[in-house]
């Protein structure tokens, strides 16, 4: 146990500084005394949104609005691949009830055709289904999603919103946003700095979904108010900003566009009126598609409609072929830049609920961090003299394997990335109190035997001996107890199991094997007879 | 240099001696807790219950407006807040519980925090948001299910830990005793009413895995002296092993505990009550380790020969043929 041949030595010191000096950036920079950008490019502790400050939105969109979204979607699909079937395929009773598309064929015989006509919609990449097709009376045809077929639009309906997530914070100039997927339906959205997370929340709690309709000019206008559509018509509310508040349109379901096929949006302002709007740029298939509306419908009037939501209805006064469109609608100067983001980075597929909110500001942060310094110096050095005090010889080993401890522990966390949180600094003083436990059990055994009469190098080595099975024993049940904290924690808590994790692997190391190299040379240079423990 | 000796060598307490008095009064500790626990209940954080807990400073006042602050929020009209200094005088946590019948709406909790703040600044306007936590009634109901199921995990997996490195018996016998530091925890937190969150399952974690220590310093002694003493009676070795242990167990809680009052009193007001349970968590450990865990072998039946190799079936053939071959030769 006490032999420790030179290579072994290098090899323990070696480690020891090579992972202590991987602490020094963060220590300096926790300091502030140094700030360049080579300095930045080293590997350093990231401090935790609760230290640095910041915001966490924890972002939910439900299953049961991808679902609907996506029952829309195949209504759309059947009627279009029934419409261009060779020859067309009459079907009506078209019905979305209880989340099943279902309709009857106007011919039983076309039955063939249009199983073949829908294999493709219903096909699903791999080998099950997308939807379940079912025939019922022998002419009507019912679509059920399969679970498979589900989760795979959930799947990619998260994809995507998660990369319009991304494309709006950064447009919102925000440095260094975390944005992860949790889950099924769920996304993480981590901005340090931004303290108020109101403008972001904005942003991201509407789908930006952009619609051009026909308005229904043959409503009844005492029918649209009292919400009943024509056949063919929806109904949508004017926007609470627009300057027809509180009133409807009704407007023609289909022949309209969607405006996802926008290559830009930028905020301006009318030349002649001076009101806030926001400019559109179609690319090259939008453009087609609006030149076609505006020419076919010439004064006629369209709603522009947002998220379901009428912002105006102008006229169409002539051929816009140009493949750009100006949108009014009561903006504010901000509102307009807002929608202009929105638009710009493409609607969210699925709204998304903010179902967990943290956000901390930089000087509380601070302010912790601070603390948590002066709180575990004084901590480590009541634990320092206690140790040296107890143990003497012993207890300064102790001592200098615990400060090696905590900056190879500060070293590890720095290399492997790992986030420093406000329950990781107690994490930092648990493992201050705890680490000296080992030696603590080494020291105490050394005295035993030395008391009941082995001689100084024996004493040392069952001393190490003795004492190692506990404290792997403990030291493992720890990392038990840790392992689940990390599994079950999240942000902050979780930053508090990484602490104390890789603190009893640096334990194991300095408490163990550095104090054991130490007493070794001692007790192989010294020769001493007697030992003060 | 005479170095410092907290706990005298040769200590021969006759800790085992007062084994019943101790388990009957550790079960009642542990039955009042429950009984706390379920009628009191805990007082959940936002964490736990849903809802929004927000932390301001008042820049320009030296002690901030709590009971204007409570009539404010109050009249929001969900319920009465929890708003209390935090730190300095004019520092304040507000907490709005989720009200019942929002509970399973996603948004509500969100919808309900822009609108505490708003109200508060637009009242204040030397008001700085320090913090704002806000979670809906789904997520809370998650982290309440996530929790209670680390909690069970690291028990079990612990003790079947012990299990295998020792024997059945000890396993039982740490079961018991992290049981009985879990519940008088909870029992704490129940009856003071201190704020329960997600920290505060971090710090029983970490209770677990520290108070699991001294068990594991003792029941390795006594493992060691099983096969030492094997004619000594379990209750004289027990105590022999508590009393040979007694010096690294108060030594190990004293380490601990003095690098944690400095956090405990002058470290950051968010770190309270982790570190609050973790001290009243270290105290109830060290005790269930003398106390509980190990008298509970010897009601359990742990025997010297617990650690002496069982002669099987194999061996017993193996020399029985042994001797066959003797008597032949």
């Not at chain 1, 440095?175 to 991201?204: C, F, H, S, Y």
């Not at chain 2, 079990?156 to 059945?168: H, P």
């Not at chain 2, 029941?219 to 209750?235: A, W």
Request: hydrophobic fraction near 50%.
């Amino acid at each position: 146990m006490l032999d420790f041949p030179l290579w072994k030595k290098i090899s323990l010191w070696s480690i020891t500084l090579l992972l202590a000096v991987l602490a020094v950036p963060s220590l300096i920079g926790a300091g502030g005394l140094i700030s360049s950008d080579a300095f930045e490019e080293l590997p350093q502790v990231n401090l935790g949104l609760d230290l640095a400050g910041g915001s966490h939105l924890l972002l939910e969109a439900s299953e049961e609005d991808v679902a609907a979204q996506r029952l829309e979607n195949i209504e759309e699909a059947v009627r279009l691949a029934m419409r261009n079937a060779e020859p067309r395929i009459r079907i009506g009773d078209i019905s979305t009830a209880d989340d099943k598309l279902s309709f009857i064929l106007d011919n039983p015989g076309d039955i063939d055709r249009a199983r073949e006509e829908l294999q493709p919609l219903i096909a699903g990449q791999g080998i099950t289904n997308e939807w379940d097709l079912e025939v019922i009376d022998t002419q009507r045809i019912v679509l059920t999603p399969t679970s498979a077929g589900l989760s795979t639009a959930i799947n990619t309906a998260m994809e995507a919103a998660a990369e319009v997530v991304r494309t709006r914070i950064d447009k919102l100039g925000t440095r260094e946003p975390t944005i992860i997927r949790q889950g099924t339906n769920r996304i993480v959205v981590q901005v340090p700095g931004l303290e108020d997370p109101e403008a972001l929340k904005e942003l991201l709690g509407e789908t930006a979904i952009l619609e051009f309709k026909l308005v229904d000019k043959d409503a009844l206008l005492t029918n649209v108010q009292a919400g009943i559509a024509p056949p063919g018509s929806q109904i949508f509310p004017y926007a609470e900003e627009s300057d027809r508040a509180g009133g409807f349109e009704a407007v023609k379901r289909l022949g309209g566009i969607r405006g996802d096929n926008l290559t830009d949006a930028r905020p301006g302002n009318d030349p002649q009126t001076n009101e806030p709007v926001v400019t559109i740029t179609f690319d090259s298939q939008g453009a087609t598609k609006f030149a076609k509306l505006s020419t076919e419908n010439v004064r006629e009037r369209f709603a522009i409609i947002l998220d379901g939501e009428v912002l105006s209805a102008p006229v169409f006064n002539e051929p816009i072929l140009g493949g750009s469109a100006q949108i009014s609608g009561g903006f504010t100067a901000e509102s307009a830049a807002k929608l202009a983001i929105q638009l710009s980075s493409g609607a969210l597929p699925v709204p998304l609920t903010v179902v967990e909110e943290r956000s901390v500001g930089a000087e509380l942060g601070a302010d912790s961090i601070r603390k948590g310094m002066i709180a575990m110096l004084i901590g480590s050095i009541a634990v320092i003299t206690l140790m040296m005090a107890t143990y003497g010889r012993f207890g300064i080993y102790a001592t200098v394997a615990l400060a090696f401890n905590v900056l190879i522990l500060l070293g590890l966390m720095a290399g492997l990335n790992a986030t420093l949180t406000l329950p990781g600094i107690a994490g930092f003083v648990l493992t201050v109190g705890a680490a000296v436990d080992a030696n603590v059990l080494i020291n105490e055994r050394i005295r035993e035997e030395r008391k009941r009469g082995r001689k100084v190098i024996a004493a040392v080595e069952t001393g190490y001996k003795e004492a190692s099975r506990a404290i792997w024993d403990a030291n493992i049940t720890n990392f038990i107890a840790g392992a689940l904290l990390f599994w079950f924690g999240s942000g902050p808590i979780r930053g508090f199991a990484i602490v104390l994790v890789i603190g009893l692997a640096t334990t194991i190391f300095t408490a163990l094997m550095l104090t054991r190299m130490w007493a070794a040379g001692w007790l192989r240079k010294g020769r001493p007879a007697d030992i003060n423990i | 240099m005479k170095l410092l000796k907290l706990v005298p060598a040769d200590t021969n307490i006759k800790f085992l001696k007062l084994r019943l008095p101790f388990f009957v009064l550790s079960m009642v500790l542990v039955a009042a807790s429950w009984g706390l626990v379920l009628t009191q209940g805990l007082n959940y954080g936002v964490d736990f219950a849903g809802g929004q807990e927000v932390r301001l400073t008042f820049e320009e006042r030296d002690k901030a407006p709590i009971a204007e602050l409570r009539e404010l929020v109050g009249g929001l009209g969900y319920g009465s807040p929890v708003v209390q200094t935090f730190g300095e005088y004019n520092q304040v946590s507000i907490r709005v519980p989720l009200p019942a019948e929002v509970e399973e709406t996603p948004g509500a909790a969100t919808e309900i925090g822009n609108e505490v703040i708003a109200t508060i600044t637009g009242e204040y306007s030397d008001a700085r948001t320090d913090g704002n936590d806000t979670v809906s009634g789904k997520v809370a109901g998650e982290f309440r299910q996530a929790a209670l199921l680390a909690l069970i995990a690291a028990m079990v997996a612990v003790a079947l830990y012990i299990w295998v490195r020792f024997e059945w018996q000890f396993g039982v016998g740490a079961l018991f005793a992290l049981f009985h530091d879990v519940s008088l925890t909870l029992g704490l937190f129940s009856l003071f009413q201190l704020e329960f969150s997600l920290q505060i399952i971090a710090a029983i974690l970490s209770i677990i895995g520290y108070s699991l220590n001294d068990t594991i310093v003792i029941f390795d002694r006594i493992r060691e002296n099983l096969k030492k003493f094997r004619k000594m009676p379990l209750p004289e070795l027990l105590d022999l092993s508590v009393n040979e242990t007694l010096a690294r167990t108060v030594m190990t809680s004293l380490t601990l505990l003095v690098a944690l009052l400095p956090l405990l009193f002058y470290g950051p007001e968010s770190l309270f009550g982790l570190v609050a349970a973790i001290t009243a968590g270290l105290f109830i450990g060290t005790y269930s380790s003398v106390y509980l865990a190990s008298p509970i072998l010897i009601w359990l039946g742990v025997t010297s020969d617990s650690f002496v190799p069982q002669e099987t079936d194999v061996d017993r053939q193996e020399k029985a043929a042994r001797a066959a071959s003797r008597g032949q030769v």
